[in-house]
Structures are given as structure tokens and as C-alpha cells.
């Protein structure tokens, strides 16, 4: 099962919004709803942001909103703040396992 | 406030077994998937599998087959990882994770709590 792909970074100044794609194919994000995104800061473990697309666990922002178009999911963070310059990762259900997507680095400039 | 307590750092020959533990604090254990999700040095998450409730055989990924072995003790409230046949492009930290409530399929596979990370390093 190949990695899923997202850009390798992306940037934005405070206050603006972003949108992080994770593209995979029909065999996982085209198919099943258990798509999720972590934030992991350098040298932390993750944290769940969003999961099943557009779900956020309790306790997060609603400054995180997910959501899914055939085989590309998304993230879009909205009010950029220095605290979510971090790294970024998508996962999707594959129908035997799970497999995450390649990463992207939020810069905020 | 449930936390998962991983075990301390390890250095293995190439060859030799690892044993990983999560140890769950502030939370009953039965009923609960745990997944193991590891990160070499400078690179991204990789997912090596899970152990679910509902399940008769945990789930791997393919290249871990035969290598891994998951299992819990529920009296000491511990989920374990053991790999075997160690190799340099072992190493990498690995981390614990569960979600926040009761799971018994792929939901089980978005992880609110996560251990602190274990880093093993594969060396001679």
C-alpha cells in the first residue's frame, strides 16, 4: 500500500486560511469514510484534528474542518495562528489496514 | 485523564527483539484497540498495525507480517509490540495510540491518546 500524497509544505500568514490536500486512490479514500488528520509538532507525538472526514474529536478547534471529494481529502485551517506551524499528516482506512499520507510542513510566515 | 506510558529507549543488535509496552493510565483497558504507528529519523508516520476488540487476529501491514507480534495484559492494563529480526531500517520512534471511546472496526483507528514514543535504534 503506497503512502498517500500531500504536499510537501505549504504557508500562509496569521489569520489566513489553508487547505492541505491528501490525495490516494479508490482503494482507500475513494472508497471508505475513516479518513483522519494529525498535527504533529517536532519532537511531540500527533494529535487528532479531525476523523471519519470531517469530525473533530472534542476539544479542538473548530479553526479545523475536513472534508473529502472522491479520492482527495482536505484540511483546511482557517485564522492561521503561530502555534499550528507543525507538520501535518492524512490517514485513510485501506480495507485490510491503514496507511498515512507523506506529510506536509504549515509554515506560518 | 487517560495517559499511555510507553517504555524507555532501546539499543538492539541487527538480528536481535524488541519489546515495546503501553501501559494505560486513568482508563479501563477491555474494550479498546490499541495501534502502533512508528517514525524514522526525518520522516513521516508510518503505521504498523493494531490489535481491535472485535477482531480475531490483529491487523499489519504487509511488510511487518511474520516480524510483529501485538498483544495486551489487561490485569497490568498494558498493550505490547514485539518485533523480531531486527534490521537498520528499524530504526525509528514508535508510538502507542487508542481512540477516546469504545471502537470495533477501522474506527478504531483514529488515535485521541498516544504514548510518549519509544525510540529504538538498530545498530552493531
Known amino acids: 500500500q503506497s503512502a498517500l500524497t500531500q504536499p510537501a509544505s505549504v504557508s500562509g500568514s496569521p489569520g489566513q486560511s489553508l487547505t492541505i490536500s491528501c490525495t490516494g486512490t479508490?482503494?482507500?479514500?475513494?472508497?471508505?469514510?475513516?479518513v483522519s488528520w494529525y498535527r504533529q509538532h517536532p519532537g511531540n507525538a500527533p494529535e487528532l484534528l479531525i476523523y471519519e472526514v470531517t469530525h473533530r474529536p472534542s476539544g479542538i478547534s473548530n479553526r479545523f474542518s475536513g472534508s473529502k471529494s472522491g479520492s482527495t481529502a482536505s484540511l483546511t485551517i482557517s485564522g492561521l495562528q503561530a502555534e499550528d506551524e507543525a507538520d501535518y499528516y492524512c490517514t485513510s482506512y485501506t480495507g485490510s489496514s491503514n496507511v498515512f499520507g507523506t506529510g506536509t510542513r504549515v509554515t506560518v510566515l | 485523564q487517560v495517559h499511555l506510558v510507553q517504555s524507555g529507549a532501546e539499543v538492539k543488535e541487527p538480528g536481535s527483539s524488541v519489546k515495546v509496552s503501553c501501559k494505560v493510565f486513568g482508563s479501563t483497558f477491555r474494550g479498546y484497540g490499541f495501534s502502533w504507528v512508528r517514525q524514522a529519523p526525518g520522516r513521516g508516520l508510518e503505521w504498523v498495525g493494531a490489535i481491535i476488540p472485535t477482531s480475531p487476529a490483529p491487523k499489519y501491514i504487509q511488510k511487518f507480517q511474520g516480524r510483529v507480534t501485538f498483544y495486551t495484559d489487561e490485569s497490568a492494563t498494558t498493550a505490547y509490540m514485539e518485533v523480531r529480526g531486527l534490521r537498520s531500517d528499524d530504526t525509528a520512534v514508535y508510538y502507542c495510540?487508542?481512540?477516546?471511546?469504545?471502537?470495533?472496526?477501522?474506527?478504531?483507528?483514529?488515535?485521541?491518546?498516544w504514548g510518549q514514543g519509544t525510540p529504538v535504534t538498530v545498530s552493531s
Open positions: 479508490s482503494s482507500d479514500i475513494g472508497t471508505y469514510k475513516f
Open positions: 495510540g487508542r481512540k477516546a471511546g469504545f471502537c470495533s472496526g477501522p474506527d478504531c483507528y483514529s488515535l485521541d491518546y
